[in-house]
């Protein structure tokens, strides 16, 4: 196991609803990413979070948004739900540096009905 | 923009023969390239990391190379078990800010 801890495991929304989803990050790392994982594709990212600062954005709207706090946790927060933003959302940690391993966590399952 | 391409996008072996999991990329100017495992609905595994310096991975039956200027990379996987079965995701890192692409990955099944 990696030591990053994701919560919810699964969740269902509806439509137009907004949702929060959580990260605890390995021990020791600052810096978290996002990536959104629909069925059957790679993961794709959403954004980075590094000392509590968005690092750097991919090709999500601005519904997308979060945060990461003084303990190097973060939140992905979506509003006005869409009926394609149910994937597999994965968060990622790692101490910041170019060489350094990725860890993902198990990820949560958000359903959009 | 960088694309990943894995090839093939599924493989079905018996147990005990050796493979060969093919990834390439269209942007060689890469920091290092990770190798990831995935049981279906979960999240991922880190298997291998390569820096860009770097020719071979080998971590157990697992040997990963790496040709940055041609954008290849191979995993090559030894004497392959029923537990192998799973999804292998190859991802580069290009920026300095550690964000990862991937490709769609081979998703490998083992008989036994």
């Known amino acids: 196991e990696t030591g990053v801890t994701q919560s919810p495991t699964h969740l269902i929304k509806t439509r137009g609803q907004q949702v929060t989803l959580r990260c605890s990050s390995q021990?020791?790392?600052?810096?978290v990413s996002w990536y959104q994982q629909a069925l059957g594709q790679g993961p794709q990212f959403i954004f980075q979070?590094?000392?509590?600062?968005?690092?750097g954005r991919g090709n999500f709207p601005p519904r997308f948004s979060g945060l990461q706090f003084p303990n190097y946790s973060s939140e992905l927060n979506v509003n006005a739900l869409e009926l394609d933003d149910s994937a597999l959302y994965l968060c990622?940690?790692?101490?910041?540096?170019?060489?350094?391993?990725?860890?993902f966590g198990p990820g949560t399952r958000l359903t959009v009905l | 923009k960088q694309e990943v391409t894995q090839i093939p996008a599924a493989l079905s072996v018996p147990e005990g023969e050796n493979l060969v999991l093919n990834c390439s990329f269209t942007?060689?100017?890469?920091?290092?390239l990770q190798w990831f495992r995935q049981d279906p609905g979960k999240g991922l595994t880190s298997l291998l990391l390569?820096?860009?310096?770097?020719r071979e991975q080998t971590s157990g039956r697992l040997n990963a190379s790496l040709d940055k200027s041609s954008g290849r990379s191979t995993l090559y996987i030894a004497a392959s078990q029923p537990g192998d079965s799973a999804t292998y995701l190859c991802?580069?890192?290009?920026?300095?800010?550690?964000?990862?692409?991937f490709g769609k990955g081979t998703m490998l099944l083992v008989s036994p």
């Open positions: 942007d060689s100017a890469i920091y290092n």
């Open positions: 991802a580069p890192q290009n920026s300095g800010y550690s964000t990862l692409t």
């Open positions: 990622a940690s790692t101490t910041g540096g170019s060489v350094d391993t990725q860890y």
């Open positions: 021990s020791g790392h600052n810096t």
């Open positions: 390569i820096q860009s310096s770097q």
């Open positions: 979070y590094y000392r509590e600062e968005e690092n």
